[in-house]
Structure formats: C-alpha cells, structure tokens
C-alpha cells in the first residue's frame, strides 16, 4: 500500500514513530525526575522486597486523587529500564516492583548515587538554554546558556548559590566514583609527591586521593566562591585561584572532567599553565586527564548516543566538547606534550596521562 505520493504506507507509519519519539523523548527525563522527587527508588529500596504498587502508592506522598496514576508512571519508567514488574494477580494494584541497576543509582545512600547529577542537570536553569538552541546558531555567543541567561554559565554560578550548590553537589556525586580510579590505576598515584586537582571543587576526588596516599601533598584548586569555607586536612589544602592564570607546582595535576568544558583554544591555555606547573622546578611530571574519549567503532549503540548527548550538553551549557582520540592527540601536541597513555577506567571515561 502507497500513500498519495508514492511512499510506502509502512515506512511511512513506522518513520512518524521515529519523530513522536524523538519528539517526545524529553518526557522520559521528566518522568525520571517525578520519580526520584517523590522518593520513589527510596520508597521500594526500604521495603526491602517486590513491593506491590498498593504499598507503594500508600507510602508516597501524594495527594489521594493522584493514586490512579502512579501505575501509569511506573508503567513507562519500568518500560524505560528503571524497575521490574511481576505481575502476581490480574489486579494491577497488586503489580509488585524491584529496583534495576540502573534505579539504584537514584537511591540517596548508594555510594554512586545519581541524583544530584539529576537534580542539577534537570533545574530549569539548565534546561532553558535547549529552548535557545536555534537562535543561539543565529549570534556570536559562545553557547545557549549564554544566550538565554546573557552570561556564562561559570559567572552564573559564581552569582546564583542555589544553582552554584546544586552543580558541586553534582560533582560531588560523580567523584564518589574516585575510589574506581584509584582501585584500578593505583599505580597512576604511586610515588607522587605532590598532586593538584585543577577545578577540584569541594575536593572528594583529592581527599580520595589524600586519604589512599598520606605522603602526598594534595591541593583542590578551585574558584574562591566554591572553596571559601573549606576545611582542609594535614596533607590536602585548598587553594581559591584561577586555572588560566597560574597553577601550583606539583608533581602530577589532575584535570577531571574539565577540560571538555571549553574550547580547544581555552584547553591549550589550561595545559599550557598544567605544563609549567609541573616542570617550574626542575622536575618533569605528569598530567592526569579524565575524560571521555569517542569512539564510535568499538562502543555499543547505547554508550555512543550517552557520549554524543554529552558532547551536546558541552555545546549548550559550555563552551567545549567531547573529543576523539585524534582531536585529544592534536590538543596535547599543540602544548608541546610528547608522549601519552589512555586507560578506559570510568566506563565512558578514560584516564589519559600525558608528559612533556
């Protein structure tokens, strides 16, 4: 069967299911975002078995006229891999849940947990930029966020606690997963001195660090407004300055998911400071990099797209990008870095050690 014009009805049916879903797609992210604000990963967490959406719905707090559409939340968020149904009757009040591996992410006390990295991500502030993605095409701003908030998001941050709060609280998150780092590349640390983690925030990756290695001199180089406060240890200080200006001697720095924040004109800037730091005395160290590097040939379909929306995600929100292992080789040789090692260690990300 043919439509007026020729085309294959089918194709046709089938190719504006691939648009609604495109379309649509936004709503799996908010649904995610109903579910953790009401407790719900928690909720089934604590009950300790399959918990029967009865239970469940009996536990949240909602107001009695939302109950019938609980089972339709869970419906989708259970079809988008976040919990398992079993159905124990043919009434589906009596639909019994279990968390996925991926739901328990989003439990407040696992030590991986997601969702301030959800929270953060989803706030307003840092999804309107997406509405001013065209017209961002249109100027010579550096990216959406700007265009819509008429600053750049690191001013924005430094001017709005809330937001300021809820991205380290983000951040904090992600480094709970330092102690992977340094299970699997222990030998990366072995024999450092001295260590400056470049953009460090509240320091959980370097108190990580500090704590698996007393002999070493930790130091979170971070901006004023993040590490004012801050209470250090006998061998982690922290220090408020700017990356672009001047960074700390020390052995090693460690630049964790920073530099895919700007442009490859700002990363050669950032390695350029990196480079004299570890070679102001003398000495010859090294420079840790986390980040993804893209490799659309050797990934499963599912990791590539989660690599491509964070390279979109630089691309609003920042001024930066997700790069290859050709585009990280070409950054490092314009600084005069001679030789590197990339471990894929983080999942998407890697470990790159880079020297002079």
Known sequence: ???????????????????????????????????????????????????????????LPIHPSKTPFIHRLMRIMTHSGFFSQHNVTENELEVEYVLTDACKLLVKNHPLCLTPFLHANLHPIMTKPWHQFSSWFKTDDLSPFETTHGMLIWDYFGLHTEINHLFNDAMQSDTSMSSLVIEKCKGVFTGLESLVDVGGGTGTMAKA????????????????????GLQGSENLKYV?????????????????????????????????????AIMREGKEGKVLVIDMVIDDEKRDDESV?????????????????????????KLFSSVGFSEYKITPVLGLRSLIEIYP
């Open 240 to 276: 408020g300055g700017d990356m672009f200006e001047a960074i700390p001697s020390a052995d090693a720095i460690l630049l964790k998911w920073i530099l895919h924040d700007w442009s490859d004109e700002k990363c050669m800037n950032i390695l350029k400071k990196c480079k004299e």
């Open 305 to 329: 797209e989660t690599q491509f929306l964070f390279d979109m995600l630089m691309m609003v929100l920042h001024t930066g990008k997700e790069r290859s292992k050709k585009e990280w080789v």
């Open 1 to 59: 069967m043919q439509s007026r014009d020729g085309e294959d009805s089918a194709k046709v049916l089938q190719a504006q299911i691939h648009v609604w879903n495109h379309m649509f797609s936004f709503i799996n992210s908010m649904s995610l975002k109903c579910v953790v604000d009401l407790g719900i990963p928690d909720v089934i967490h604590n009950y300790g078995q399959p918990m029967p959406l009865s239970n469940l719905i009996a536990s």
């Open 209 to 228: 660090i500090a704590k698996s290695f007393p002999h070493m001199h930790c130091v979170v180089l971070d901006l004023p407004h993040v590490v004012t």
